[in-house]
């Protein structure tokens, strides 16, 4: 980060990966909205094996994402719980 403007990498697994560059120009939206200006964003998919990130922790992101959408509540974009 460089002042107000953000570069971003994100790795997800294969879906995760799909449906952020599917929504590409939401999520800058979303950075732009917050007083972020992104100078770069690249996503990249990674194994859809677990990683060692902490799944509280990941939940906890998540959720905070969840709250901060209009409504609070997840897209229709969003994978329904099986």
């Known amino acids: 980060m460089n002042g107000a403007q953000l570069v971003a990498r994100l790795r997800a697994n294969s879906a995760g990966a799909d449906r952020l560059t599917r ?3 939401a999520l800058r939206q979303r950075f732009e ?3 972020l200006r992104l100078g770069g964003l690249s996503i990249r998919a990674v194994g859809d094996e ?3 990130f902490d799944p509280l922790v990941a939940q906890a992101a998540a959720a905070a994402y969840a709250r901060s959408a209009p409504g609070g509540m ?3 974009d969003d994978e329904t719980p099986r």
Request: cysteine-free.
């Open 74 to 76: 997840p897209g229709t």
């Open 50 to 52: 677990p990683d060692g």
């Open 33 to 35: 909205g917050s007083g």
């Open 23 to 25: 929504n590409e120009a």
